[in-house]
């Protein structure tokens, strides 16, 4: 199957500090997806990314699509102690029948 | 806001054993899916499903697997034999079509214990 790294594996970081976790492919995407899963929860979609290049954002939240389209991130600005969870990206294929998640990034807030 | 749901919550069987895990995508969905998430590990996918057939596998999806749509609300995953290595927890997701660029939602998952 494809394999979609995602980097750091975890992140600690203090109430305020900024977040950063990157997301790599092997081969050129069609699109990425995100997704965050709240500890004991399941995945809820964040958003969808699909131009090389792209850079959208929501509120503390940007997400970039890499030029060649086969690397993306996710930039929190002055985390919250909302914002702790697990990060996944997702490779959908071009049928958009199977979805790769990545390896996520599980990230921890200290107050 | 119409969300999938998945029953039971948490399922404990012994090895060996079939178990059948259920799900109710949302009702205007077409397509649907099954993952499982061993604890601690990424979010594998096992199974899409489209117009009463499996759409792709994964190679995890095995001969122990198997999908239905028995009515026209329920998606189930049967697993005939299990494993001990089946633990895991199971997300059923649905989406509006098969596009690449369609967002799947997921269902709050089913935690399976194989004792």
């Known amino acids: 199957g494809q394999q979609v790294m995602q980097i750091p594996q975890y992140q600690h970081v203090q109430e305020g500090e900024d977040f950063t976790t990157y997301c790599n492919s092997s081969?050129?995407?069609?699109?990425i997806q995100w997704y965050k899963q709240r500890p004991g929860g399941h995945p809820v979609f964040l958003i969808q990314l699909v131009k090389s290049g792209e850079v959208k954002k929501q509120k503390r939240l940007t997400f970039q699509f890499g030029e060649a389209k086969k690397n993306s991130s996710l930039h929190i600005t002055a985390t919250q102690t909302t914002d702790v969870g697990t990060y996944f990206c997702a490779e959908v294929t071009n049928t958009g029948n199977q979805f790769y998640f990545g390896t996520g990034t599980s990230l921890t807030v200290i107050p | 806001e119409p969300e999938v749901t998945q029953t039971p919550s948490h399922q404990v069987t012994q090895m060996g054993q079939e178990v059948i895990l259920r799900c109710v995508p949302i009702s205007n969905h077409l397509y649907f899916y099954w993952y499982r998430q061993i604890l601690g590990q990424k979010v594998e996918f096992l199974v899409s499903?489209?117009?009463?057939?499996?759409?792709?596998k994964s190679e995890i999806f095995d001969d122990q697997f198997s999908v239905e749509r028995p009515d026209g609300s329920n998606f189930t995953l049967k697993i005939r034999s299990t494993k001990l290595e089946d633990s895991a927890m199971y997300f059923c997701?649905?989406?509006?079509?098969?596009?690449?660029?369609?967002?799947?939602?997921f269902g709050p998952g089913t935690r399976l214990t194989v004792l």
């Open positions: 499903f489209y117009n009463n057939e499996i759409s792709e």
């Open positions: 081969t050129t995407l069609s699109n």
């Open positions: 997701a649905s989406s509006t079509s098969g596009f690449s660029t369609d967002t799947q939602y």
